[in-house]
């Protein structure tokens, strides 16, 4: 019999479970959760023997006097602990804990973002249409992946002709790449990334995940993040946050100068990092996040290649109570609104910012 702990686990203990999970994601932890904008913060884990078995963050959005809203899940709920076999009732389980606490008692429209995975995303989909909740059409969670476990030749093969091409480019300027987790390398960072945020004129909706990295550092080893900066005649020229959350490796954002992409060190990081991976750590995929605007469309496709994936992700919706659907439904609406906004200023001005969700 498992026991539902709903609203109680303390950040520290939430953290210190999720570290024990191969399927957890950065927006699963207290730290992601605590910065969006009217969002209330709710969480649910599940336990056997004190045993964390499954559990999920969740993103309220309620409308005053209504008490009806939304409960949003991303990319969660997590149910897979390292080192024991996958069972997919363990899934089932903490879905229909969703279910009963979020729509059936609190009577608010559940909204289920899977963690995209190339070998689990397929699995969950299919038991969440099996207990009736309904995927939408939108390709907004869509990403891609590069398989990581590919030997040098083998990654170079896969890359796609062009990128292949500007990565020999890049190489050939002789950048020096550094990757660390040092008080000193997340400030280097930073900088970059406001410069290049100014620069550009880049506005990003939700969190401020560049200043939350020393927060993200101090997270589990298993879920630390990590700094990859690239130096030219020792001058910091452009960077890349990355990490390895379970059992993927996440791109989680990158930061240029205008040297950086005359000197094409986007290119060069990246390989980096690829390289990093494959020597310390035993990860297939590296998740680049979902396609952006045509520039960043096209480079994460190169890098991808032959050998990669573009995983088509949609989000599942449930929820039995009539007026929850009709509030929510204008919340869509407005969501909508503003994602075809956004589109359409990214489109008019390419950027290499942080990847859209």
């Known amino acids: 019999m ?24 950065y927006e699963q932890t207290a730290i992601y959760g605590s910065g969006q904008r009217g969002e209330r913060s709710s969480h649910i884990l599940l336990r056997r023997e004190s045993t964390p078995v499954a559990g999920a963050r969740i993103g309220l959005y309620l409308v005053p ?12 709920p997590f149910w897979r602990p390292f080192d024991v076999a996958p069972d997919p009732e363990h899934y089932r389980t903490v879905v229909g804990a969703l279910v009963d606490e979020y729509c059936r008692r609190r009577k608010l429209y559940l909204v289920l973002r899977p963690r995209p995975h190339p070998d689990f995303y397929p699995i969950e989909a299919q038991i969440l249409t099996e207990m009736g909740l309904t995927d939408s059409k939108s390709s907004m969670l869509d990403r891609y992946f590069v398989d990581a476990s590919l030997d040098e030749a083998e990654q170079q093969k896969s890359l796609d002709q062009r990128w292949r091409y500007n990565l020999r480019k890049g190489l050939a300027h002789g950048l020096d790449v550094r990757i ?16 290049m945020v100014r620069r550009k ?18 997270l589990p080893e298993r879920m630390k993040m990590r700094i990859a900066l690239a130096y030219h005649d020792g001058k910091p020229i452009g960077g890349i946050a990355f ?6 490796a996440y791109y989680v954002f990158g930061a240029t100068s205008d040297e950086a992409t005359a000197l094409n060190a986007g ?5 980096h990092v690829m390289r990093w991976l494959r020597e310390n750590t035993k990860v ?3 998740e680049l996040g979902g396609p952006g605007d045509p520039g960043i469309r096209q ?14 992700v949609r989000e599942f919706h449930y929820c039995p109570d009539v007026t929850a659907r009709v509030v929510v439904g204008g919340l869509f609406a407005l969501r909508d609104a503003r994602n075809r906004i956004q589109r359409w200023q990214r489109e008019r001005r390419p950027s290499e910012g942080r990847r859209s969700n």
């Open 267 to 271: 290119y060069v990081l990246q390989w």
């Open 299 to 312: 480079f994460k496709k190169g890098l991808a290649g032959k050998r990669g994936v573009l995983l088509a």
């Open 201 to 218: 004129n880049l506005n990003y909706p939700g969190v401020d995940l560049p200043a939350s990295i020393p927060d993200l550092m101090r």
């Open 180 to 195: 660390g987790d040092a008080p000193a390398d997340i400030k280097t960072f930073q900088e970059i990334y406001a410069e």
């Open 2 to 25: 498992n026991e539902r702990q709903i609203d109680c686990v303390p950040d520290d203990g939430w953290h210190a479970a999720m570290g024990t999970f191969a399927d957890v994601h």
């Open 284 to 286: 297939r995929w590296y």
């Open 243 to 248: 990490s390895v959350v379970g059992d993927l």
């Open 65 to 76: 006097y209504l008490g009806r809203g939304m409960a949003l899940v991303r990319f969660a």
